[in-house]
């Protein structure tokens, strides 16, 4: 059927919200995140940033649907929604529940009936499994996205003179537990690992199984931010700016000479002189992302989990874990309060800082980060969400099946 006219114009209108729109979506979402000063910008917007023909289709496919409706502003109305959420429309309705079935649905579609065989060798999933086990309720670690305050629940609950009562109101017991990651301080029983291997399958076959996730580029920038940036007396995160980035700083430089790096790599900045190091964003992001891991000497800090692949940190596609609940670190309170109803736990969810990080970065280094994501090009961003296509589509944060 041919088109009238007046749809003729609004194809043309919408072609140019496509354009438009997100880049002051980029600087109201990324830097946001990672509470830095926001100003307006002409930079992409991270979230749905994808190759020029990847967006088009994405965008396409949604005017091809909304085209038979009269209703103008119900298409302009889609089409904001997609330059300005956090995830695709369709999957941000979805209950973590639904979310799961989505996940096991596009993980098969994906690796086939086998499924995804890839594991992470140097921090093994069953050390990443915390168990409530009068809940009967396991749940897989995933940095970035929750997980240190989730642990903060289960560790607390490990030690059975605990109760979940006494966390009602300000979870204040929750608040003592600075450091809830190393595995000395979980009560026995209450990691997977501790388990003999007909006990771990036996959990993992009838308890009730949930991850959080998040936008794969956003886990790895906000990783850099925590990780690699600005000043802290935390003996924990001064390791991570010292020992693990003066490694990365050396075998960047080893790989530039030996390699044909990527260009964005071999335009970033880095300084292996300088005490501690500096890794600029870019040069980070294209070290983590575009450079393969078999490529790296140090694969043990270059596949750390705070900035490693989800998808086999939790064998998230293996077929033999499938996931019950699959939370979204961007819808916040509401995934997060299904997981605290689902286990009877009357408290709110703690938002304890590990850090106070945000209180020691001063303001010219906020300035400086600022800079660094404002300098990311789209293209760059659109080649790093390529390279992350297969992660982002089945955990749900686009609905474009990578190539």
């Keep these: 059927m041919r088109l009238k006219k007046t749809h003729k114009i609004c194809i043309i209108f919408i072609s140019l919200l496509i354009v438009l729109l997100p880049n002051q979506a980029f600087r109201e979402t990324v830097l946001e995140v990672f509470v830095v000063p926001v100003q307006p910008s002409n930079q992409v917007d991270l979230r749905n940033s994808k190759t020029a023909d990847a967006g088009s289709q994405t965008n396409g496919e949604i005017i091809k649907k909304s085209i038979g409706s009269s209703d103008l502003h119900e298409l302009k109305t889609?089409?904001?929604?997609?330059?300005?959420?956090?995830?695709?429309?369709?999957?941000?309705?979805?209950?973590?529940?639904?979310?799961?079935?989505?996940?096991?649905?596009?993980?098969?579609?994906?690796?086939?009936?086998?499924?995804?065989?890839?594991?992470?060798?140097?921090?093994?999933f069953e050390k990443r499994i915390f168990l409530a086990n009068?809940?009967?309720?396991?749940?897989?670690?995933?940095?970035?996205?929750?997980?240190?305050?989730?642990?903060?629940?289960?560790?607390?609950?490990?030690?059975?003179?605990?109760?979940?009562?006494?966390?009602?109101?300000?979870?204040?017991?929750?608040?003592?537990?600075?450091?809830?990651?190393?595995?000395?301080?979980?009560?026995?029983g209450s990691v997977l690992d501790h388990l003999p291997r007909e006990e771990q399958d036996r959990v993992m076959e009838t308890y009730f199984k949930f991850i959080f996730v998040r936008d794969p580029?956003?886990?790895?920038?906000?990783?850099?931010?925590?990780?690699?940036?600005?000043?802290?007396?935390?003996?924990?995160?001064?390791?991570?700016?010292?020992?693990?980035?003066?490694?990365?700083?050396?075998?960047?430089?080893?790989?530039?000479?030996?390699?044909?790096?990527?260009?964005?790599?071999?335009?970033?900045?880095?300084?292996?002189t300088r005490q501690p190091v500096f890794i600029g964003l870019q040069t980070f992001l294209a070290w983590v992302v575009l450079v393969p891991l078999e490529s790296k000497n140090d694969s043990n800090r270059?596949?750390?989990?705070?900035?490693?692949p989800s998808l086999p940190l939790c064998r998230i596609c293996s077929s033999s874990v499938k996931f019950d609940f699959v939370g979204h670190f961007e819808e916040g309170d509401g995934d997060t309060k299904d997981i605290l109803d689902h286990a009877k736990w009357d408290f709110p969810f703690p938002n304890v800082n590990d850090t106070q990080f945000d209180t020691v970065l001063s303001d010219k280094e906020k300035e400086d980060f600022t800079e660094q994501v404002n300098d990311l090009s789209s293209e760059f961003v659109s080649e790093l969400n390529n390279a992350l296509a297969v992660e982002r589509y089945i955990l749900g944060y686009t609905d474009l099946k990578p190539g």
């Design 134 to 188: 009068t809940e009967k309720i396991a749940y897989c670690a995933i940095a970035k996205a929750f997980s240190s305050n989730m642990k903060r629940i289960f560790l607390y609950l490990s030690d059975s003179s605990h109760s979940a009562v006494d966390l009602r109101g300000d979870n204040g017991p929750l608040q003592q537990i600075h450091y809830p990651h190393q595995q000395n301080f979980w009560k026995n």
């Design 302 to 308: 270059n596949d750390n989990p705070h900035w490693a």
């Design 217 to 272: 580029l956003k886990k790895v920038i906000s990783a850099y931010r925590d990780k690699f940036y600005g000043q802290s007396d935390d003996i924990f995160h001064a390791y991570f700016r010292n020992t693990i980035a003066a490694a990365m700083c050396r075998d960047i430089e080893r790989y530039k000479q030996e390699f044909s790096a990527p260009s964005y790599l071999m335009e970033g900045d880095i300084d292996c």
């Design 78 to 124: 889609s089409m904001m929604k997609t330059s300005s959420d956090s995830t695709d429309t369709y999957e941000q309705k979805l209950s973590g529940w639904e979310r799961a079935a989505l996940v096991r649905f596009r993980c098969q579609e994906v690796f086939g009936e086998g499924g995804d065989t890839q594991t992470n060798l140097h921090y093994p």
